[in-house]
């Protein structure tokens, strides 16, 4: 597979400096920001927005589109979402580690585009490594006039803030993030009237974007908007990092474009299921996102399109694989268990729900199941998530709590009998 | 309330001026607080709160809040451990266990000399390079049980007074999540992130 690289490109080709101010101007870095403080802000807008760039962070939203929801007041700000903490994501982290200077130029141009001259990346604490890498490309930034007052000889000013997190899934949620740069509890806030784009932080203008959706924007605009959209497939233009981990042979991080089959991606990009074993199931988007299983899923296409229609998402990009050894009772209850752990606590039924779904997988792995078990675990799971629709109707302000039934309602609509019978062996069937 | 030493309460100055509002650094001058007493004491947020000009409380709510303002001592090292389901996969559980009997305590505690905390952590974003672990939020990735255990032994005996990822990698790790490339000679002094405007960075090689 040697589909074109954009936004691992660098780190690719130059391993050891990628990160380096030296190697990003060798490379044709910062080019794209300086046209983008010569273009008007509607040109740059309708670039973003033909380029047809969807959001990286899980929501796959148009960017270009986002943007132009923006509210006229000022003073706008600008809020880079480096807060990456879903189990089995961890593309950001590459980014910000080895070409910080990429996103500096996507937040530069997306300042000037949104007349924004305050722009905040917000990292995980515990990324402290990415987060020194980036602080260090601010600051040569600001000295070379990149940033700063007057940003390349212009009138425009821009000021650049690295803030690191401390520890809470849930301010990668754009509303709750913002509380946290408020500092304030990263608990989500209600929309309406909440919507960043009017009323985002401290109350002005806000846009939320995620790292790897402004690593893109160097390279809209130095090699065209058709060139993106070549790359990509249909609806889904550019590449896509996908972040594959768990039972394959070689996991990692994989710019590609959509298109290819998740057969294609396990097997070929990723190497296969190791030690002969075989695929049982695989999370395809993060652990938010019902699990896909072969041979249904297998030939299908990776595209939002197909991944939604299928009762699944893209999400984040994070490819969790399990082969045929794998306790789905258990696995289950490690993702419920996050997602009990990052409640923020503010909705009762994601509160409550989340902790109980993992209290009764627990018992069932423990050998302590009852008949009625998962019958609760779907009644449970439909207080939080009504109907148990895809995508989720909600009855919380984030999606927070319905992620927490994705692995519910797929152990129990692929696995049943695994499930009953942890409950009627008191064990785990898989251990012999 | 007592104020810190005059070092800190300039990097204090410094990381408000760089907010529209007082507020939003709260989160930044937390760390400030533990990077002064290894965690937060009461002391620490009431100097927070005046810095910032919200009570104790406001800051309280905030500290409690986030996994990794710790209000209890942790330790000088204080090992996370992920344990979510991609280095569940590949055998967290195990790791995890070697560690409570390596250090002696269960997840969550702290060894009695207080030298080392142990805790199970979520998802730490390294899960190409699973099982993972950090000392210190410094990350060492492809860890097997056998390897944690020479890793608490070796924190023991060495007693690094900064704790470097590369060293540890090279040491204890395994595969990683992508190619880290080059190493540094940088990291953390105690259980918190090392990180320039917090003061916490330091060479490992001096």
Redesign the interface.
């Known amino acids: 597979m040697n589909a074109p690289l954009l936004v691992t490109k660098r780190?690719v080709e130059h391993?050891?400096?990628?990160h380096t101010l030296e190697r990003y101007k060798a490379t044709g870095g910062y080019a794209a920001a300086k046209r983008a403080v010569s273009m008007t802000r509607d040109e740059l807008v309708e670039a973003v927005k033909s380029s047809g760039l969807l959001g990286r962070g899980g929501a796959a939203f148009s960017a270009g589109l986002k943007w132009s929801f923006l509210a006229p007041a000022r003073?706008a700000y600008l809020v880079v979402n480096g807060d990456?903490?879903?189990?089995?994501?961890?593309k950001?982290?590459?980014l910000l580690e080895?070409d910080p200077h990429q996103l500096i130029e996507g937040v530069i141009i997306t300042a000037i585009a949104n007349e924004v001259h305050?722009a905040f990346i917000y990292i995980?604490?515990?990324?402290?490594?990415p987060?020194?890498r980036v602080?260090?490309a601010v600051e040569e930034a600001y000295r070379q006039g990149y940033l700063g007052q007057g940003i390349f000889d212009t009138d425009f000013d821009l000021?650049v803030?690295?803030?690191?997190?401390?520890?809470?899934?849930i301010c990668g949620e754009e509303t709750a993030l913002i509380n946290?740069?408020?500092?304030?509890?990263?608990e989500p806030r209600l929309k309406p009237p909440y919507f960043p784009a009017a009323v985002g932080l401290?109350n002005k203008p806000t846009i939320v974007n995620n790292v790897e959706t402004l690593s893109n924007l160097p390279h809209i605009l130095n090699d065209g908007v058709d060139a993106f959209k070549a790359l990509g497939h249909e609806a889904d233009t550019g590449t896509f990092l996908f972040?594959?981990?768990?039972?394959v042979e070689k996991?990692?991080?994989y710019e590609l474009p959509h298109g290819l089959t998740w057969r294609e991606l396990i097997f070929d990009v990723a190497g296969g299921i190791p030690n002969g074993r075989k695929l049982k199931t695989w999370?395809p988007g993060g652990?938010s996102a019902p699990w896909f299983v072969p041979p249904d899923h297998l030939d299908l296409p990776i595209t939002k399109d197909d991944t939604a229609k299928a009762g699944s998402m893209l999400g984040s990009g994070?490819v969790?694989v399990?082969n045929d050894s794998?306790c789905v009772v258990?696995?289950a209850e490690?993702?419920v268990r996050?997602f009990a752990?990052?409640s923020?606590g503010q909705c009762t039924p994601c509160r409550e729900g989340t902790s109980w779904l993992e209290l009764i997988l627990r018992r069932i792995e423990s050998g302590q199941g009852r008949e009625v078990d998962p019958d609760l675990l779907l009644d449970v799971s439909d207080n939080i998530s009504v109907g148990l629709a895809w995508p989720p109707k909600m009855t919380t302000i984030c999606p927070l709590g319905p992620s927490a039934v994705s692995p519910i309602i797929s152990i129990i609509k692929y696995f049943k009998d695994e499930v009953m019978a942890h409950i009627h062996d008191g064990r785990c069937p898989l251990i012999a | 309330m007592s104020k810190w030493p005059e070092a800190t309460e300039e990097r204090a100055r410094a990381i408000i001026a760089q907010y529209p509002n007082r507020r939003s650094a709260v989160m930044p001058l937390l760390y400030l607080a533990m990077s002064e007493e290894g965690y937060l004491t009461e002391a620490g947020m009431a100097r927070v709160a005046e810095l910032v000009g919200i009570t104790p409380a406001q800051v309280l709510s905030v500290a409690s809040f986030y996994t990794m303002y710790k209000l209890e001592p942790v330790g000088r090292y204080l090992i996370s451990c992920c344990t979510s389901i991609s280095c569940m996969l590949l055998g967290s559980d195990d790791v995890l266990h070697a560690l409570e009997e390596e250090v002696g305590v269960a997840s969550g505690e702290v060894d009695s000399e207080g030298l080392i905390g142990l805790e199970h952590a979520e998802c730490i974003g390294a899960c190409g390079g699973a099982p993972a672990m950090q000392v210190n939020y410094e990350l060492i990735e492809g860890i097997n049980p056998e390897k944690a255990r020479q890793l608490v032994e070796w924190l023991r005996k060495a007693r690094p007074e900064v704790v470097n990822t590369d060293e540890m990698q090279s040491l204890f790790g395994g595969r990683p999540s992508f190619d880290w490339a080059i190493t540094e000679d940088v990291g953390a002094v105690g259980p918190y992130p090392a990180y320039e405007p917090f003061g916490t960075v330091r060479s490992s090689t001096e």
Do not use: W
């Not at chain 1, 803030?161 to 899934?169: D, E, F, K, Q, S």
């Not at chain 1, 972040?243 to 039972?247: C, D, F, L, T």
């Open positions: 780190m391993p050891t400096d990628s003073p990456e903490s879903e189990p089995g994501t961890f950001d982290r590459q080895r305050h995980r604490g515990e990324y402290p490594k987060a020194r602080q260090q000021e803030i690295v803030h690191l997190g401390a520890g809470a899934y946290s740069l408020e500092g304030l509890r990263g401290y972040s594959v981990s768990g039972h996991p990692g991080n999370i652990a994070a969790v399990m794998t258990r696995a490690r993702v996050f752990h990052e923020c």
